[in-house]
Structures are given as C-alpha cells and as structure tokens.
C-alpha cells in the first residue's frame, strides 16, 4: 500500500490519552497513512507502552535516548517519514473519522500546500468550551495571531526544506514553523469543517502563561528578526487576541 500521508505524534506523558489519540487515527476513513510515535520521555518507558502498540500496523515508534522537547520530536518524524504529506496531532487530540479523507481531498483538488482546520476546544471530560474558525492565512495576518490549531494541521511535504522545521522552544514552536512557512508565499488554507478536537488539559504545557509570553517574544525578536521594541508590541497584540478568542 503506497502511503500518502504520515501522522506523526511526539509522546511525553499520559499513556490513556495516548491510546485515545491513536485510536481516533486508525479509524479513519482514509488509510494510506503511516503513524509515527515519538516518545521523548525515557525516564518513564516501560514494556508496558511497547505492547500496546506491538500489534497496530503501519505504526512505528521512535525512542529518544534523552527528553528533546515536542517540536524537535516532530523533526526526527518528518525525516523518517514516507508520504507526500505530513500531519501532525498531538498525544492529547482527537481526529474526527473523516478528517484525513476530507483534508486529504481538499488538498489534491486544489495543490494546496497547506492546510488547517476548525476546531472544537473541549475540556478533560470532553465538554465543549469554544469553537475556532478555520479561516485562509497569509505570512501579514499570522503575525498578528497564530490562528491554528496544530493539531488540524496537513503539509505537503515538499515545503519543509532544510532550516524550515520546528525549533527547540517549549511552547510556540509551531508558531515559529507557520511564519518560516508562510513567509515563502505559502498560504494556509482552512476548512471550515470541524475536524479535530483539541484538549484544554490542566498539566499542559500550552497553559503556562509565562512560557507562551517569553516564548511569544523569541518568535518575533530570536526568528522573525523583528526589532526589540516591534517584537514587545507584536507580544502585547497576540496576547490581546488571544483573549478576544477565548
């Protein structure tokens, strides 16, 4: 079977969200995937975590010698990867069914190079909080708010050429990978359709609002080479639309 796209998963903790993850990803509609786990905690590896996926095919796993982070997990997927595509979903989302064979469509009708799309923000019991609109987005309007989710998100492979990758940051990583995209004239294009639900959970990483600020910073200031003072107003206007969202 010719594998079309690879889904790749960085894996730090929370082996039952985990399962719930992969899970919502073998049921799709559409399979000429491959799957790639990351796991970047090898304090906690146990036998355990190698059986339950021993058996699911098209599946591999990575096993990193030391914690790297998400984003540079995510690196070493994309480079061990076989599809036309990459995907990337979270160890903590979940994928509607019709997800893949939807974007996968969208994306071979049209050659677009990459997409995104709407959303549900839901809590640990699965409760609705919000909704994000998935909306059309150029390198001008992504400086102004980082408008997805990454867990929506499917590249053609192609454009993630040498020095367009993920950098090392805790949080904002994929902010920083959209703009080096977006900046090369990609534009990403969203569906409307809500096709992936994004979990608002207590021990996220994403929630620390002191590692999103100084992180914020680094994006414009460290990789947007944007001047000091530019890159504190650029801080303050992502924060102020971050809040018109939530």
């Known amino acids: 079977m010719k594998i079309v796209v690879s889904i790749i998963i960085p894996f730090y903790s929370n082996?039952?969200?985990?399962?719930?993850?992969?899970?919502?990803?073998?049921?799709?509609?559409?399979?000429?995937?491959?799957?790639i786990i990351i796991h970047d905690n090898p304090k906690s590896l146990t036998n355990n975590f190698k059986n339950i996926f021993k058996s699911k095919k098209n599946l591999k796993i990575i096993y990193n010698k030391k914690n790297i982070g998400a984003g540079l997990s995510r690196n070493k997927g994309i480079h061990m990867s076989k599809g036309k595509y990459v995907a990337f979903v979270d160890s903590d989302d979940i994928w509607n069914n019709n997800k893949l064979i939807k974007q996968i469509n969208f994306m071979e009708r049209y050659k677009y190079l990459a997409t995104h799309t709407s959303y549900d923000r839901v809590d640990i019991n699965g409760k609705l909080i919000s909704t994000r609109v998935a909306k059309n987005l150029d390198y001008k309007r992504l400086l102004n708010s980082c408008d997805i989710g990454l867990s929506s998100v499917i590249l053609n492979k192609r454009i993630l050429k040498k020095k367009i990758e993920f950098p090392p940051l805790k949080t904002k990583e994929d902010y920083v990978l959209w703009l080096k995209i977006a900046k090369t004239g990609v534009i990403f294009y969203g569906i409307k359709s809500r096709l992936m639900k994004w979990h608002n959970t207590p021990d996220s990483l994403s929630k620390s609002n002191f590692n999103k600020l100084t992180d914020a910073f680094k994006v414009y200031y460290n990789y947007e080479k944007i001047s000091f003072i530019k890159s504190i107003l650029r801080v303050f206007i992502l924060g102020v639309n971050f809040l018109k969202k939530n």
């Open 15 to 35: 082996i039952n969200l985990l399962k719930k993850t992969v899970k919502s990803v073998l049921n799709q509609t559409f399979n000429k995937y491959e799957i």
